[in-house]
């Protein structure tokens, strides 16, 4: 992601516009097709400077202004009639503009395959784990228990609406950018539409209803869009560091020589790929509103709102891109420690199952006769140390309503197990990603 | 829209939530009809003091717990076994987030209705000044002449995109939330998605594929995509304010006794609407940041990333609302000083139309000396102060190659006005707003 | 602190201004003194509706115009000609600001005394834990031991520094507003200098060099220093929750009746103070950004940025105090497992005691020979569920370097509490917390 | 500002941080002397390579731990030995932090410079202007009259506040980090204070009562420092991008070769300086707010917020270099076209004098009565397209109390000026800055 929007992705993007703009024009019988031809073939990166160009960038104002200068330059050298309709009757923000939205497109498309790897990652551990119980825990507390699974196609659902968002958004923000100096493609004269339809078809984006200049929502929905991507991510790395902590240990980051070490204690092994994801969706929100602010621009292009974007946009994508890639072969590689699940389940001694042995008190006890005996109940429990089953059983008025067996059936974690399951089936169903069956292979 | 999302109406949200519950469960069987009947008597906000909730809310850690607590009582004066099933097998979480949603449908219908009012408002005046001539601006200094009918229709589309995007953010979050203590419904048992099923028509939002409590991408996107109207707005009183400068004097706020007035200049009309819609588009940024930064939530339900949420949304829609109104209001008794407008053009003594000249000398002279033609004959206009057509007249170079009647036509604007023309028709053809033919009337 | 940011208290503080205006102007000779006791009477809030005057202000654009209004009617009931000098040469963002500056001094003032306690409770946990040993965790995973005291001792620090910080700046922010209409004290002629310093000394403020209605930087600076308040209780918090995690189990929040339950799980013990911090936390960030946002205010006064910090200002005080007085609380009854502390400590094997073999072992055999040995006999530990020290005593080439009781030294966990606890004594000696001595008493 | 904080500076303070520990550890006994002197000669950025360390960090979870490897490896190859220890004791946050600090230290020492010159200029300003008239004007409206010294002064005395804020704020930062694995030095045994000491002497750096590693305040502090000096940059440029507008034309940026063209259109003189600095203002809230953001970092040392800093810290000080060198231009340059100033006062035909006269009329008339006869003669002036003190004259009324000599008086500015002067004057008496007398240099 960081080729794609670096000086030279950024530099080339704007030749791509220039270029592309050539021979629309030339398509409109504006300009002459041989100049046309002239300036494609100088419109490559590999010809220019980008530190050069970045200085005198900050006196002209933007990016644009030097480098539609050099490539004048250029193309004069062989044509100086050429050199004539270099940028011709555009602005540089069509340009700049254009250009971005050129990267854009490739950066969408990369972190597309990406999330996908990760939805297809995530829905294998869904199935695999769906019946696999484990704590459910809320406000960092034990609550009741549920699968794995379901955390897994929890994150998972989360994932694949992002994805989708992503998609829109970018769909939307896949048009030129032709106005010219004030966005009436008045210097086009009557063929100003015409070269904005060519432009577009020569650069497969859409034609929007107008030039965009100082109106930035499109730009704004997209980087939102990552920001929710990011978010999502970092949900799963929280949920992931926190199950990996030594104390819990029911999941860990695949080991990888180099991998999570440290520089003085050799027992580590450290979530640095949740790491990554926590830090982009630390840092995400503050990008996200940078754009957010820039978005009332004075009249037809505007004073520092703009400008404001130029860098912000770009990080959005390298950090979706830094935590979503390292996410990614975690889940892939994701070590799961059932065993643990279970044993930290147990470790509760029983008291998660309070909330299940109160309803099914309640019937016949009334509601706050049944939440008084299992708040009893686990009073002793915790006094004694024993499980709350036992604390239970040794309780006459509750032995009354609940026989051991169906208390065994309680403590036995089934119906908290299918019901999880149960979720899970139903959102895979829903889901785009397609395991083989009685595997969790995708087909 | 400060009621829609008052303390009262968040209250009423969540008793319709416990409300349809009831009788959600008693459609599947889970609860005695009886039951439902007498629980929906009691939810009425009416019955209930918010100021003592509220305080029983902060040792609690969330307002449903007092709520459902006060709600138990009140039926169980009534009807101690109805008292039982109030609640059952939800959690607190799934009350407050699906009355949230109700807020949220009712918020959203105000801001889609304000949003066409303006929409409407705006259209109208791209109709009517369509080939009304004004100074483009850019960088806040004259650039080429546009059309003031160029200028709405930019707001236009801007105002149009937002608002189909808060409606779709909208409809994916219209779902309900209800998946009990941690995600699974467990505590209904295999009734769970039943219950949900009828929960969702009772309440006539969507059953999402999974109970949502830890994953908040829907509510981002909706505060992103209130963000996004309200920086639209934000640049629209942005120019409005910038045109209503006295040394501008193009465009005004409609007066009205008591508004813009100055607790001591009575000469004063301060654009106080503008002022709103600047202030929230300020405000917006860092509110949407929080509702980003609040997505990494730890495991089944979080701690501090979804209280974060409680206040923020609402002033979002406060906001929304707060900008929206008084400027649908602005647009729609703009006054328009379209004299102003030409003066303003006039006083740059043609030099906005200095790209013209050059591009129209380029073809016979070559575009650096173009340039360098016009750049003398701009020096000559400001030393003698002269209108630049005047300047370029003297030049025997520049006679040479543009004939007075050249010249006219250049200097005339209407080529500038045709081409901001066949952009506002175009764009009005795409909008959705639909004005009466050879009117500003909306059909 | 709602009451102290409430709207009554907003009104008050207006109104006490206002009367502060008149005598300080009644003592410069600029109205009569006897108009200065008229208008002192009516500036009580009781007087006024503010939810009348609320309305008003959207119109008037800000909620002094109304104010002075009101109040110039209710003096001219009483005397018409003192009713002519209410507000005499002010404007009403004079009223507003130093109307704010008022309720900051209490806001300031509140937050100060719970910051102290905070601070003294932290002392203590401090001085009495300065030798408990608790793992030191960084990425989530134990590191090496450390004491608990330390923890506490970190906290104290930041709570220290936060709460000088806040005091510079509200001391920086202590500073009368009066400009006039545009900030020139114009309209008081030669005698504006003369009623800025009296009115400083009627409301014990300072007087600033200039009116700075435009210049917001004192304001945004108190506002970051109540975000780095919020910011380091975050921290606490964080820290404080994540102990709490029931498998680590090393402190709690102190119980009490109703706080932290759960609307269905009866063994829930819930960290809300933590919530409470952590939703502030994630708040405060977007809020203070809302402050820095609205900076670039227009001219001598401006269009958005000054309305945007009306309710952001008083959000970040509320969530200050909503965050600091909870978690005084808590860290005032905080329960301290120690044993779990311990306990938590030995669950790793002695892994933990890794660096401080590896820096045994290398002045005898090298660092990388030194790490070899500890990274194998680590790997015995966990493949044979052994201690390290006992992979490592069943190792020939360590035993040659390290005998038993350099081992049992080196495990003993004592150099590391003495590390700790020399740093503690350090911090609690330079702290402004007397604690009596040999006790954790406060002098 | 650039070169301060790349790649290769981050470097060089992690290598400089590592030379200065072996230092301190030699002179605390703790290594020997030899070590250090070998350790120093390899702590040279030039030997090594960024962009692989770079890859490599992404992997380890941050930079300092290849570029520990790195130095330990060239070191080895002169001496085995001394290799042993590099870092010893260390981790490697403290490498890093305290290179971080070493960075600030430069940076801050740029921007203080510059805001010096910046103020000078300022300064200049306010005392050339002192009593050149200039419209107040408050929400883009004409208020009063006031001088253009008035509101350069205005700006002065924010860059002085920030600048002296900065200063605060770096001073306060101005710490070394080290701490070692957890932050209790136990790696250093009894020296560990001894070596703290010692290396912040060779630093030049205050030792710090305890180790910061997740207490992060000062940094964040001195972001927020840096945010307040953009915020008050971003005013001035606001104001002259606003003063600057062809239709005011009262100030100017100085005009050079290259700067602020346009690709299109010749007449163009785009405020780029003002747009770097608006910029830069639009971004500095976001990128603030980060930084609060990763404030509640995990325990020891946390996952995620102190690397979200690692960009962010440094773009601030890159956006406070770009926005205050080039505005430091401007202000040293700034065209000031006090002709333009006064007609744009006159083109208000004295509206703006109508809060003095209302205040003139009030003694014998009322108040009411005094704005009524005001108001009216303000319509009968814009009817009629006349002097508000032509209307006035033409009223019976308002001649019985307003004598011609009167009217002169108040239309004559001279109160307005005179009262901005006297502001002017006590706040550079109150700056730092040192004009010499009668002159606008400085001394």
Redesign the interface.
């Known amino acids: 992601m960081r080729e794609i929007f670096s000086d030279r992705a950024r530099l080339q993007g704007i030749l791509d516009f220039e270029s592309a703009l050539a021979r629309a024009e030339s398509h409109a019988g504006v300009i002459p097709p041989s100049a046309a031809d002239v300036i494609k073939k100088h419109c490559d990166a590999q010809h220019f400077s980008y530190s050069e160009l970045a200085e005198?960038a900050?006196?002209?104002?933007n990016i644009?202004?030097p480098i539609?200068s050099a490539l004048?330059r250029r193309v004069a050298n062989e044509n100086?009639k050429a050199?004539?309709f270099v940028?011709w009757?555009?602005?540089?923000q069509d340009a700049i503009d254009t250009g971005l939205v050129l990267q854009i497109r490739r950066g969408v498309a990369l972190l597309d395959a990406d999330a996908g790897r990760l939805a297809t990652a995530l829905a294998k551990l869904a199935a695999k784990h769906a019946t696999t119980p484990i704590l459910?825990?809320?406000?960092?507390?034990?609550?009741?228990?549920?699968?794995f699974g379901?955390?897994a196609?929890?994150w998972l659902?989360?994932v694949e609406?992002?994805r989708k968002?992503l998609a829109q958004a970018a769909r939307?923000a896949s048009v030129i950018q032709l106005g010219?100096?004030?966005?009436?493609?008045?210097?086009?004269?009557?063929r100003?539409?015409d070269v904005a339809q060519s432009l577009s078809k020569e650069l497969s984006l859409e034609l929007p209803?107008?030039?965009?200049?100082?109106?930035?929502?499109?730009i704004?929905?997209l980087g939102?869009a990552l920001?929710?991507l990011i978010?999502?991510l970092?949900?799963i790395?929280?949920?992931i560091?926190?199950l990996?902590?030594?104390?819990?240990g029911e999941v860990s980051e695949p080991a990888?020589p180099?991998?999570?070490?440290?520089?003085?204690?050799?027992?580590?092994?450290?979530?640095?790929a949740?790491?990554?994801?926590?830090?982009a969706?630390?840092?995400?929100?503050?990008?996200?509103?940078?754009l957010?602010?820039?978005?009332?621009?004075?009249?037809?292009?505007?004073?520092?709102?703009w400008?404001?974007e130029w860098?912000?946009l770009p990080?959005l994508f390298v950090l979706a891109a830094?935590a979503l890639g390292?996410l990614t072969g975690v889940a892939e590689g994701l070590v799961v420690n059932t065993a643990r699940m279970r044993q930290?389940i147990d470790?509760?001694n029983g008291?998660?199952m309070?909330?299940?042995v109160?309803?099914a008190l309640?019937?016949s006890v009334?509601?706050e006769a049944a939440?008084s005996l299992?708040?009893a109940a686990?009073q002793r429990a915790l006094d004694q140390r024993i499980q709350l089953r036992a604390a239970l059983g040794g309780d006459a008025e509750v032995s009354r309503h609940l026989t051991p067996p169906l208390l065994d059936q309680i403590f036995s974690l089934d119906?908290?197990v299918?019901?999880?399951e149960?979720?899970v089936e139903?959102?895979l169903a829903?889901?785009k990603v397609r395991l083989k069956p009685d595997t969790t292979e995708r087909v």
């Not at 957010?292 to 709102?305: K, S």
């Open positions: 005198a900050s006196a002209a104002g644009a202004i539609v004048r100086a050199a004539e940028h009757g555009a602005t540089s459910g825990r809320t406000w960092l507390q034990p609550a009741v228990p549920i699968t379901l955390t196609v929890g659902g989360a609406r992002s968002q939307a010219g100096a004030a966005g009436s493609l008045a210097a086009l004269g009557d100003g539409l209803s107008l030039p965009w200049h100082a109106h930035r929502d499109r704004v929905n939102a920001g929710v978010g999502a970092g949900k790395a929280r949920d560091s926190l990996m902590q030594s104390e819990i990888a180099g991998r999570g070490i440290s520089s003085t204690m050799p027992q580590k092994h450290n979530p640095v949740c790491a990554a994801a926590l830090a969706a630390t840092r995400a929100p503050g990008l996200v509103a940078t957010f602010a820039g978005m009332p621009q004075e009249h037809q292009r505007g004073l520092g709102g400008q404001a860098d912000t990080e830094e390292p930290n470790a509760t008291l998660v309070a909330e299940s109160a309803m309640t019937p009334g509601r939440i299992v708040e686990i119906d908290h299918k019901a999880a149960r979720l139903r959102a829903e889901s």
